[in-house]
Nanobody
Framework: ERRLVESGGGLVQPGGSLRLSCAAS????????MSWVRQPPGKGLEWVSG????????YYADSVKGRFTISRDNAKNTLYLQMNSLKPEDTAMYYC???????????????????WGQGTQVTVSS
């Protein structure tokens, strides 16, 4: 069974940084589009960032563009999200997702992601 395990969340002050990691196992990581999706308390899901299987194409929501950087290491089966200049509105549960469908399709259709981790909480507060 596919496993996605997030880590790196926590409490950070506004303006601070965090690096999230997602360790993947039990599937061919390099064949999957990977993403980070977040859910603020009491709100809906937001696709934060995505990266294609080879790591050559990325997507960022306008709300995080210029502050967050997504990357992947296919040799280590790990996805990352470097988050800088954090704001209170970045407070959310952050989920790692995986999807075997085409990058171009996922970008245009924005379907529900196939596989999800359990999430890691990020809280930005002074």
């Amino acid at each position: 069974e596919r496993r996605l395990v997030e880590s790196g969340g926590g409490l950070v002050q506004p303006g601070g940084s965090l690096r999230l990691s997602c360790a993947a196992s039990e599937f061919t990581f390099s064949n999957y589009v990977m993403s980070w999706v977040r859910q603020p308390p009491g709100k809906g899901l937001e696709w934060v960032s995505g990266i294609n299987s080879g790591g050559s194409s990325t997507y960022y929501a306008d709300s995080v563009k210029g502050r967050f950087t997504i990357s992947r290491d296919n040799a280590k089966n790990t996805l990352y999200l470097q988050m800088n200049s954090l704001k209170p509105e970045d407070t959310a549960m952050y989920y790692c997702t995986a999807d075997p469908r085409e990058w171009s399709y996922l970008l245009s259709a924005r379907p529900e992601w196939k596989y999800w981790g359990q999430g890691t909480q990020v809280t930005v507060s002074s």
